[in-house]
Every structure is written in structure tokens, then in C-alpha cells.
């Protein structure tokens, strides 16, 4: 199995589409908002320094928060033991949705489906699947969009290829305009973030996470801003891949 190494920190900062492992200082009783850095191996030892993170119950516009990886999964049981290491976080839930979708793009689709289902409440998976194979179909030059999910990254823009830098950092904040919502369906609440996105005119996309109740993990439960179309490529750019 590839080693990958983890770092997710965080900092003070539905159109619907149909759990909590670490030490954490204001986490699910939501008490502090600051920054959180988490190394880790999968597969391996972790260590936690905890220093905030994103509210789990009380909603405070703007909170940000980031994920830092060094790759892609190679196997669903990589992308396990990365979910155990940030899926306790909500922001950890959105970097999982767009690796999943990029496991999708890299190994067999069955693989991709596999960890989309992981980290996507039911009904928001079989949605996202024919607008995925229709981004990742090199054979359509004009939809395609290879570099859909590197868009996501820190550094990637449609003038550099897409090419994010290294290690890849996903930024997501809480939406402005979004408040929580307490959730009937699942016990929680749906808390609205916003997804820092270099390929979209708007700058971001939402993306919407709850933690099912007696769930340890978030889950995304709409999310139609990531299987949209990012802007082409510049001309003359080559997308090197993730």
C-alpha cells in the first residue's frame, strides 16, 4: 500500500442532489474555532496537535479551514485510512469527496464509486457518477475536463495548467450566506461550506457536509459544484497530472 503523509489544519476563518476519531479541542461540542494540524501515515502511528477547528454546532460565517496531502489514494483501503485520519472534521469530508472523485479519474471506476460511497450520504452518489464519467471521457475533447479536480488545489489555475502546488492543500470556509441547518433526516446539522475553487468565475463552490447521527465520520450530502465544469485549460498549458 502507498504511504501517504497528512497534514489538516485549520484556521479562524443544498439544489440537493437526490464519524469523530481524533483529539480535538472544541470539536464536536464545537467550543473553540482556530487552527488544527494533524500529521499522520496511513496506515501508521498519528500525531495530533490540536489548536481549533471548524464548529461543529454553532455556526460562525467565514471560519476557514484547509487539508494537505501529498497524494492520491492507490486503493479504497488507502482511502480508508486516510478517512480515519480528517473525515472527523467537516472540512475533512470535503477533501475526501474531491479525492474520491480523482481515485475515480486515476484507478477503475468501481474503486472511485467505492469511495464515493464512503464519504457521500446515499443518495448523493449515483448523481455524481455520469457527470464524472463524462468530465474524465478523454475521447470528448470539448466536455472533458481531466484537470476537474486539481482545480480545487492551492495553486492550480487555468494560466498554469492546473497544475497545484505540491503538497496539494484543498481551502474550504464556512459559507457566509449559509447558515447551519438542523437536519430531520439525520439527526444533525447540515453544515453549508464553501470550497475554494481556481476554475469557476465565482471563486468557490458549495459544498454541503453533515455527520449522521451515531456516525464517527462527516459526509457530504450535495456537493453539484465540484462536477461542474471547471474553465479550459490556457492554451499552450499542459495538465500534468495529480
Known amino acids: 500500500m502507498k504511504k501517504l503523509f497528512l497534514i489538516a489544519s ?6 440537493a442532489c437526490g464519524g469523530n476519531s481524533q483529539k480535538t479541542t472544541g470539536g464536536n461540542n464545537g467550543e473553540k474555532s482556530g487552527g488544527k494540524t494533524t500529521e499522520a501515515t496511513a496506515g501508521g502511528s498519528v500525531s495530533d496537535t490540536n489548536v481549533g477547528t ?9 471560519t476557514e479551514a484547509s487539508v494537505t ?3 492520491i489514494p492507490q486503493s479504497v483501503d488507502d482511502f480508508k485510512a486516510l478517512q480515519q485520519q480528517i473525515d472527523g472534521e467537516p472540512q475533512g469530508a470535503v477533501a475526501l469527496e474531491i479525492i ?14 467505492d469511495c464515493l460511497t464512503l464519504c457521500n450520504v446515499k443518495n448523493n452518489v449515483n448523481c455524481q457518477l455520469q457527470r464524472l464519467k463524462d468530465l474524465f471521457n478523454e475521447k470528448d475533447e470539448y466536455y472533458a475536463r481531466p484537470y476537474q479536480m486539481a482545480a480545487f488545489m492551492k ?7 492546473y497544475n497545484p502546488s505540491k503538497p496539494y492543500t484543498i481551502e474550504v ?6 447558515p447551519y441547518e438542523m437536519s430531520d433526516e439525520y439527526g444533525a446539522k447540515l ?3 464553501q470550497v475554494v475553487s481556481h476554475g469557476h468565475d465565482a471563486g468557490s463552490q458549495r459544498v454541503t457536509v453533515v455527520k449522521p447521527n451515531g456516525s464517527d465520520y462527516f459526509m457530504v450530502c450535495n456537493c453539484p459544484g ?4 471547471v474553465k479550459k485549460i490556457a492554451p499552450g498549458q499542459t495538465f500534468n497530472g495529480l
Not at 474520491?100 to 464509486?113: F, I, L, N, T
Not at 465540484?226 to 465544469?229: L, P
Open 226 to 229: 465540484i462536477y461542474s465544469q
Open 54 to 62: 471548524i464548529n461543529h454546532d454553532e455556526y460562525v460565517a467565514g
Open 10 to 15: 485549520a484556521a479562524l476563518l443544498l439544489a
Open 100 to 113: 474520491a472523485c480523482e481515485v475515480y479519474h486515476q484507478q477503475c471506476k468501481s474503486d472511485g464509486q
Open 69 to 71: 496531502i501529498t497524494g
Open 173 to 178: 470556509n464556512v459559507d457566509k450566506n449559509a
Open 191 to 193: 453544515i453549508n461550506l
Open 155 to 161: 495553486g492550480a489555475s487555468a494560466d498554469n495548467g
